[in-house]
């Protein structure tokens, strides 16, 4: 199983950015899909996840409600986060992981990540 995220950058505040999730190796409807950030000194951190397609359950953490939208493109097999309003507490390296099913299976398989740089 391979992931590559892409879609980083640099965005002023309250801008836009489309980030990308390229998964290879396994069907991409059979699997859950999450999105992590880790800021420098700190943590990594869940930030959104989508159920396999059978379910499409999607999860947001309180940060991201309202601002992000997470979807796949099982055609593509590819997913996306759409992030709107970017803070610069949004800053980070985003990477992409799945491990099975559902939201809630281990992240058994993580891509390398993409920059995101909020700033005026």
């Known amino acids: 199983v391979q992931l590559q995220a892409s879609g980083g950058g640099l965005v002023q505040p309250g801008g836009s950015l489309r980030l990308s999730c390229v998964v290879s190796?396994?069907?991409?409807?059979?699997?859950?899909i999450g999105w992590f950030r880790q800021a420098p000194g700190k943590e990594r951190e869940l930030v959104s996840c989508?159920?396999?397609?059978?379910?499409?359950?999607?999860f947001y953490e309180d940060f991201a409600k309202g601002r992000f939208t997470i979807d796949r493109d099982n055609a593509k097999n590819t997913v996306y986060l759409h992030m709107a309003s970017l803070k610069p507490e949004d800053s980070a390296t985003y990477s992409c992981?799945?491990?099975?099913?559902?939201?809630?299976?281990?992240?058994?398989?993580w891509g390398k990540g993409t920059l995101v740089t909020v700033s005026s």
């Open positions: 992981a799945t491990g099975g099913y559902y939201c809630s299976s281990p992240m058994r398989y």
């Open positions: 989508i159920n396999s397609g059978g379910d499409g359950y999607k």
């Open positions: 190796g396994v069907t991409l409807d059979d699997y859950a």
